[in-house]
Structures are given as structure tokens and as C-alpha cells.
């Protein structure tokens, strides 16, 4: 099969497409024909071995994946051949095959497409476990969310309000805040060229956000602590600014907020400790009520680009300059050739 090889930790743009043997099928293994993969944040950092979990070398990256079930092995009970499924893998998604554990497989509703999937699972379900598990995000509050036209931050705007919460957000750029406003934001400011807490000052003048939803770090983390009420939580999701807050304790007890940290991963199987099958009736439930949600018409998944697996190096920099919106995804099976490819292909949602 076809798949984007990493042979060494060091610069993404030296990985190849090479042609290797199909994963073998493991005790509880589901082999997945590969439709799409995602292309994710962490991708980079996996690649460069600075990421929080190291693979072993040679890896195939890709966590995450929609396509058709080819096999399962003896006693799967999760999925069944030919089935339409999502599955968060952990690596070896930017293949035409793939292998899952069973248990972070999931058969997909007929009303879902293949591109609408790869938003709902893992940015959503990190958005929903973050909100609804962590944060406990409450009918009427007041959710800030930050990078809002990203591909955790479109699911947290939605997610948030599918539970009830009033939402407002900040973006870099005016489109991006006019997409988090089609996205069910209230207000939205563009952070991208002002000063942080004139932001804050802007988007909560009287201090009174409850929850903020923050995969951004950095300067931004440190004034949103600032538009808190007494008894807010600032949930740490994610670093893509690539600076730690410098967040001062003192704010913490003076207002009684909490600094709670977020890591889906560790539902599914990515940490240290493999708790994929403790956690898997939460997850699944998770997804069952995005899944409701979405037929409900409470969600808007997007797809803003897809480009064919050989312009991978591309699409990641595109992902890490800041010219995407929701969910990048990859087409492993497409052609090699990036002659027929233009800049950004339009979204494809199909199934
Ligand atoms: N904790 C978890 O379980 C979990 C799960 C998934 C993702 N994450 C993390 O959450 C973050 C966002 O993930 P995502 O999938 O939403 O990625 P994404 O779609 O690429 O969104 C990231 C956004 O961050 C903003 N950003 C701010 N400063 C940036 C900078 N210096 N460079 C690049 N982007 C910058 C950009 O939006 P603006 O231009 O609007 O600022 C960008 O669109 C990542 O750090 C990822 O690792 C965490």
C-alpha cells in the first residue's frame, strides 16, 4: 500500500510516500480502507520526536481516519465488513490501510459523510469532553473561545452552545471572526494585531465569562485569566501560539478560579497508561450525542481544506501559518502526482 513514511524524528518536509506492507490485523483489529485522514496540530511535533508520546521508528503518522471496514478479527463486535466507520488510531492514517483496536472504532450514522466525520470525532469530542466533563459548562454561562475558527475551536463554539451556554469568541483575522459568528458565536474580536487585554476588555467589559475554552496559550491565556468571574475555569486545551502562559496564582485566589487542563488523548488510548477500554462507554456516548446533535442540526462540521496525501508538507504549513479554517483532511489514496492539485481544493464532504 501507499503510505507517507517517517524514517527519522527531524523536519516533516523529508518524509516520502513509499510503498510498504498493509499492517497485520492484531487480536480485537479492525483493517480500515482508508477514505480520509485528519491532519492535526501535533503532526509536526510527532515528527520532529518532541511530541508528549514517541513512536517507534520507521511510523506512518495519521490519528486519525473515516473509511470502510475491510476485516475484522475473530470476536469484533464493534463494527462488522463493509461498515462505514470513524476510527482514532494514534498513528498510521496517511496509508490506503489502517488498523484500529476495536474499541476506538466507530460505525458511522448514514446521515454522516466521510468529511463531516473527521471534524465530529476528534475535535468535537475533545471540545465536548473538555466542556461538558471537565469544565462542566452550565445552561446560561458564558463561554469565551479562543482560535474560535479553528478546527477545536469551531467544535467548542458548537458544542458549547448545543449545552446551553451564551458564546463569544476571538479569531485572528475579520473572516475568520465572521465564520465564528456563523458558528453560533455572539460576539467575535480579531486578536490577530491587538493588544490581548484590550481584547479581553472588548469582549467581557464587565469580567463575567465563565468558562474560558483555550487551545491557544501564550499572552492570550494570560489576559483571558482576566475576564473571568470569581469561580471561572480557564481550560488549557492546547499551545498552538508554541508559548506556555506565564498564569500568576495570585489572580487564582483572588477570584477563586480554576486553571483545569484537558487531554482527549487520554480517553482513547494516547498516554502512557492505554485507558482506551476504561473509557470507551464514555466516549461512546460522547459521540452518540454529537452524533445526535448533528442530525438535530445543532452542528456545522467543516471541512475548509483537503488536499491529496503528497502535498502533505504543504497542508501542514498551511495548518501551522494560520490560512486554515475547521478540519484539514488528507486523501491517502490519491494520485502521487501534485501536478493536477491547486492551491486549496475546494471541501469535500462527500461519502
Ligand atoms: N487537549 C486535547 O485533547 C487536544 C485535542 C485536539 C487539539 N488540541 C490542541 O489544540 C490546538 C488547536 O488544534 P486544532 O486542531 O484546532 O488546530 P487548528 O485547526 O490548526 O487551529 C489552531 C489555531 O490556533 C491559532 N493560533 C494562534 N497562534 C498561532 C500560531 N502562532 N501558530 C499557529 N496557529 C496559531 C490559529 O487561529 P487564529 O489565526 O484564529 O489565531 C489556528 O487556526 C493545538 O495546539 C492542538 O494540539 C488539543
Same mark, same amino acid.
Given at each position: 500500500?501507499?503510505?507517507?513514511?517517517?524514517?527519522?524524528?527531524?523536519?516533516?518536509?523529508?518524509?516520502?510516500?513509499?510503498?510498504?506492507?498493509?499492517?497485520?490485523?492484531?487480536?480485537?483489529?479492525?483493517?480500515?480502507?482508508?477514505?480520509?485522514?485528519?491532519?492535526?496540530? @501535533?503532526?509536526?511535533?510527532?515528527?520532529?520526536?518532541?511530541?508528549?508520546?514517541?513512536?517507534?521508528?520507521?511510523?506512518?503518522?495519521?490519528?486519525?481516519?473515516?473509511?470502510?471496514?475491510?476485516?475484522?478479527?475473530?470476536?469484533? @463486535?464493534?463494527?462488522?465488513?463493509?461498515?462505514?466507520?470513524?476510527?482514532?488510531?494514534?498513528?498510521?492514517?496517511?496509508?490506503?490501510?489502517?488498523?484500529?483496536?476495536?474499541?476506538?472504532?466507530?460505525?458511522?450514522?448514514?446521515?454522516?459523510?466521510?468529511?463531516?466525520?473527521?471534524?465530529?470525532?476528534? @475535535?468535537?469530542?475533545?471540545?465536548?469532553?473538555?466542556?461538558?466533563?471537565?469544565?462542566?459548562?452550565?445552561?446560561?454561562?458564558?463561554?469565551?473561545?479562543?482560535?474560535?475558527?479553528?478546527?477545536?475551536?469551531?467544535?467548542?463554539?458548537?458544542?458549547?452552545?448545543?449545552?446551553?451556554?451564551?458564546?463569544?469568541?476571538?479569531?485572528?483575522?475579520?473572516?475568520?471572526?465572521?465564520?465564528?459568528?456563523?458558528?453560533?458565536?455572539?460576539?467575535?474580536?480579531?486578536?490577530?494585531?491587538?493588544?490581548?487585554?484590550?481584547?479581553?476588555?472588548?469582549?467581557?467589559?464587565?469580567?463575567?465569562?465563565?468558562?474560558?475554552?483555550?487551545?491557544?496559550?501564550?499572552?492570550?491565556?494570560?489576559?483571558?485569566?482576566?475576564?473571568?468571574?470569581?469561580?471561572g475555569r480557564l481550560l488549557a486545551v492546547g499551545f498552538a501560539s508554541?508559548v506556555m502562559p506565564q498564569l500568576q496564582p495570585n489572580i487564582l485566589?483572588?477570584?477563586?478560579?480554576?486553571?483545569?487542563?484537558?487531554?482527549?488523548?487520554?480517553?482513547?488510548?494516547?498516554?502512557?497508561?492505554?485507558?482506551?477500554?476504561?473509557?470507551?462507554?464514555?466516549v461512546r456516548a460522547a459521540l452518540a450525542q454529537i452524533f445526535a446533535?448533528?442530525?438535530?442540526?445543532?452542528?456545522?462540521?467543516?471541512?475548509?481544506?483537503?488536499?491529496?496525501?503528497?502535498?502533505?508538507?504543504?497542508?501542514?504549513?498551511?495548518?501551522?501559518?494560520?490560512?486554515?479554517?475547521?478540519?484539514?483532511?488528507?486523501?491517502?489514496?490519491?494520485?502521487?502526482?501534485?501536478?493536477?492539485?491547486?492551491?486549496?481544493?475546494?471541501?469535500?464532504?462527500?461519502?
Amino acid at each position: 500500500m501507499r503510505a507517507l513514511v517517517c524514517h527519522r524524528f527531524g523536519d516533516y518536509h523529508d518524509l516520502r510516500i513509499e510503498q510498504v506492507a498493509p499492517p497485520s490485523l492484531p487480536p480485537g483489529g479492525v483493517r480500515i480502507a482508508i477514505h480520509a485522514a485528519s491532519l492535526s496540530f @501535533s503532526i509536526k511535533l510527532l515528527i520532529a520526536g518532541k511530541y508528549q508520546l514517541k513512536p517507534e521508528l520507521p511510523f506512518i503518522p495519521g490519528a486519525e481516519v473515516v473509511g470502510r471496514v475491510l476485516e475484522t478479527a475473530p470476536g469484533v @463486535s464493534a463494527c462488522r465488513p463493509g461498515q462505514r466507520v470513524l476510527a482514532l488510531i494514534g498513528e498510521g492514517g496517511y496509508a490506503e490501510q489502517a488498523v484500529s483496536l476495536e474499541s476506538t472504532v466507530y460505525p458511522l450514522p448514514d446521515a454522516v459523510a466521510f468529511g463531516e466525520a473527521l471534524h465530529l470525532g476528534l @475535535s468535537y469530542l475533545t471540545a465536548y469532553g473538555a466542556l461538558a466533563w471537565r469544565a462542566r459548562l452550565a445552561v446560561g454561562e458564558t463561554l469565551l473561545v479562543l482560535a474560535a475558527a479553528g478546527g477545536v475551536g469551531l467544535a467548542a463554539l458548537e458544542v458549547g452552545r448545543a449545552l446551553g451556554a451564551r458564546v463569544i469568541a476571538a479569531a485572528g483575522g475579520a473572516e475568520k471572526c465572521a465564520l465564528a459568528r456563523d458558528h453560533g458565536a455572539a460576539l467575535c474580536v480579531d486578536y490577530r494585531a491587538a493588544d490581548p487585554r484590550e481584547v479581553m476588555r472588548t469582549l467581557a467589559p464587565q469580567q463575567d465569562v465563565d468558562v474560558v475554552f483555550d487551545p491557544v496559550g501564550g499572552a492570550m491565556s494570560e489576559a483571558a485569566l482576566r475576564c473571568l468571574r470569581p469561580g471561572g475555569r480557564l481550560l488549557a486545551v492546547g499551545f498552538a501560539s508554541g508559548v506556555m502562559p506565564q498564569l500568576q496564582p495570585n489572580i487564582l485566589l483572588v477570584k477563586n478560579l480554576s486553571l483545569q487542563g484537558f487531554n482527549f488523548g487520554a480517553y482513547i488510548g494516547w498516554s502512557p497508561v492505554d485507558q482506551r477500554k476504561r473509557y470507551e462507554p464514555q466516549v461512546r456516548a460522547a459521540l452518540a450525542q454529537i452524533f445526535a446533535w448533528q442530525a438535530q442540526g445543532k452542528l456545522s462540521p467543516l471541512v475548509g481544506q483537503s488536499y491529496p496525501l503528497a502535498r502533505f508538507a504543504e497542508a501542514l504549513e498551511a495548518l501551522h501559518q494560520r490560512n486554515t479554517v475547521g478540519k484539514v483532511i488528507l486523501h491517502p489514496a490519491d494520485t502521487m502526482s501534485t501536478a493536477a492539485s491547486a492551491a486549496i481544493d475546494p471541501p469535500t464532504l462527500e461519502s
